[in-house]
């Protein structure tokens, strides 16, 4: 119950492309919904973050747009460039497994992004 | 600049051998995490330290052992009986901002078993 799953594991798409990446979860204590890029040889930073109070969340060319309904949310790259080629990881934390206050967040399987000049 | 340091960057070692990654923290936060990532697998969690002289079981820490004997540094050492400890090792800190969970994560240590 405490899987975030991630899909797809790979995408490779053209310049100005949109990249769509989806999470879905079971956990419906989950109350934090971040996404974390990692580019190759360096740890994870955070890309953008979601609350389930709101459906969408919108910053620069990243999108997260959440589904409470169905247990799932997608990160959305409008525009896509070479220097967006990256793993993006979709996380989620809260629930009964630590709680929001301990940061211990689970992570999906990631999705490494290619996009082609 | 604040950050994490985490050394070495790569390491080597022969089955049988324990070894310890270093993870150093100068943001001032009080909880600090190791995480593990292989291909396919995402991060998973090894060990958690919410405070200095405490530390807690992650979803795999079978294998591995940790101190928290200053609030700056949190090494992880990765035993003998670690069955397969080959992967990419992350340290993390955290911090609240707006009410939510922010981690801040080192470049890695890449750990090969020979």
């Known amino acids: 119950q405490q899987q975030v799953k991630q899909s797809p594991q790979s995408l490779i798409v053209q310049k100005g492309g949109i990249s769509i990446i989806n999470c879905a979860y079971e956990n419906t204590a989950f109350d934090y919904f971040p996404w974390y890029q990692q580019f190759p040889g360096k740890g994870p930073a955070l890309l953008i973050a979601?609350?389930?109070?709101?459906s969408e969340k919108k910053e620069g060319r990243f999108t997260i747009s959440f589904n409470k309904s169905a247990k799932q949310f997608s990160l959305h790259i409008m525009d896509s460039q070479p220097g967006d080629s990256a793993t993006y990881f979709c996380?989620?934390?809260?629930?009964?497994?630590?709680?929001?206050?301990?940061?211990?967040?689970?992570f999906g399987q990631g999705t490494i992004l290619t996009v082609h000049p | 600049d604040g950050g994490i340091t985490q050394s070495p960057k790569y390491l080597f070692r022969k089955e049988g051998q324990n070894v310890t990654l270093s993870c150093e923290q100068n943001l001032n936060h009080d909880a600090m995490y190791w995480y593990r990532q292989d291909p396919g697998q995402g991060l998973r969690l090894i060990y958690y330290s919410q405070i200095v002289n405490d530390f807690q079981k992650g979803d795999i820490a079978e294998g591995y052992s940790v101190s928290r004997e200053k609030k700056e540094s949190f090494p992880l050492t990765v035993t003998s009986a670690q069955k397969n400890p080959t992967a990419f090792y992350l340290c993390?800190?955290?911090?609240?901002?707006?009410?939510?969970?922010?981690?801040?994560f080192g470049a890695g240590s890449r750990l090969t078993v020979l």
């Open positions: 993390a800190s955290k911090t609240t901002v707006s009410g939510a969970n922010v981690l801040t």
């Open positions: 979601i609350r389930p109070d709101v």
């Open positions: 996380a989620a934390s809260g629930g009964n497994a630590g709680g929001t206050s301990y940061g211990k967040l689970t």
